[in-house]
């Protein structure tokens, strides 16, 4: 049965989807050191889609963290330009929360619970009461509500990961950022937040922006991977990884996708160095 108000809202959602949440134009990142520039990026180019898990990946040193800070509007650009929401990134806002790897940031002396609430209170985004209802909600979410009056020092690293997860979240942000979250974990737990991450976007549906320099952990993660040449970093190419997840691991197509990943990466003759235009290459998106 026809139902326009049901076309208008697809149309209309149609319209949101083709529009990126977060562009990155011709992005060139530099530090400035008392004797040297320091190029990061050089040009580089995205956009991220409501929804999207998008991975940067590349070798140490390309610029992965600083894209992530830039971003973050804590690095601006030497040239190009973020936009989030159509509005030009210049600072720090609580519309982007970033997840570093070191969850030891939790305050120790302050519950689980207390830590996820105080963002929501140092940033005036609600009272207390509001707050701790909220916090408990995501603690909930990452399995952690048994623990809201627990100690930092009492969990485990991957405890400590959701708390962090959860705080990162309650703060309902645009974007959640995450720099090599969890890269100090052993193998097991490791694979097991990924597992969790996934669980949690399947059902809060936020847009992620992660950084790795595992071909493995981005394909798992991941449902768009920009690729970035070694310093500095520029677009090498693009990346559908929708159709894997930790099931995936070990099957033929999936250990494919990572060899020809690496290939693009550490082999200079994969993919010619100097980019202009991405081209359509089935599932990849050279940079030519
Ligand atoms: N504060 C800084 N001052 C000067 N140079 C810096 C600074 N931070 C990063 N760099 C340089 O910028 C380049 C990109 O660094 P960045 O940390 O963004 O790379 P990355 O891809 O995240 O690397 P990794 O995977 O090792 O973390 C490197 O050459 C690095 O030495």
Known sequence: MHNPAAEAASVSA?????????????????????????????????????????????????????????????????????????????????????????????PPWKTVLQNVMFPLLASKTLKKREAAERARHYLEKVGLARFADAYPHTLSGGMKARVAIARALAMQPKMLLMDEPFAALDALTRRKMQEE?????????????????????????????????????????????????????????????????????????AAPAAPEKPINFGDVRFSY
């Not at 990126?20 to 889609?49: E, I, K, M, N």
């Not at 600083?66 to 973050?72: E, F, G």
């Not at 990884?241 to 990572?258: E, K, V």
Request: charged residues 15%; hydrophobic residues 40%; proline residues 5%.
């Open 197 to 269: 991450l996934l669980m949690l976007w399947d059902e809060v549906r936020f847009t992620l922006l992660f950084v790795t320099h595992s071909i493995e952990e981005a394909l798992v993660v991941g449902n768009r991977i920009l690729l970035l040449s070694p310093h500095p970093g520029r677009v090498r190419a693009e990346i559908n990884s929708h159709q894997y997840d930790l099931a995936s691991l070990g099957g033929a197509g999936f250990q494919q996708t990572a060899q020809r990943i690496h290939r693009l990466l550490f082999d200079e003759g």
């Open 14 to 106: 149609a319209v949101q989807a083709s529009t990126p949440l977060l562009q990155v134009d011709q992005v060139s990142l530099q530090y400035r050191t008392s004797s040297a520039v320091v190029q990061a990026t050089h040009d580089v180019s995205f956009g991220v889609y409501p929804a999207d898990r998008f991975v940067l990946l590349g070798p140490s040193g390309c610029g992965k963290s600083s894209l992530l800070k830039s971003v973050a509007g804590f690095l601006p650009p030497a040239s190009g330009e973020i936009r989030l929401d159509g509005q030009v990134v210049r600072h720090p806002g609580p519309d982007r929360i970033v997840v570093f790897q070191e969850f030891d940031q939790l």
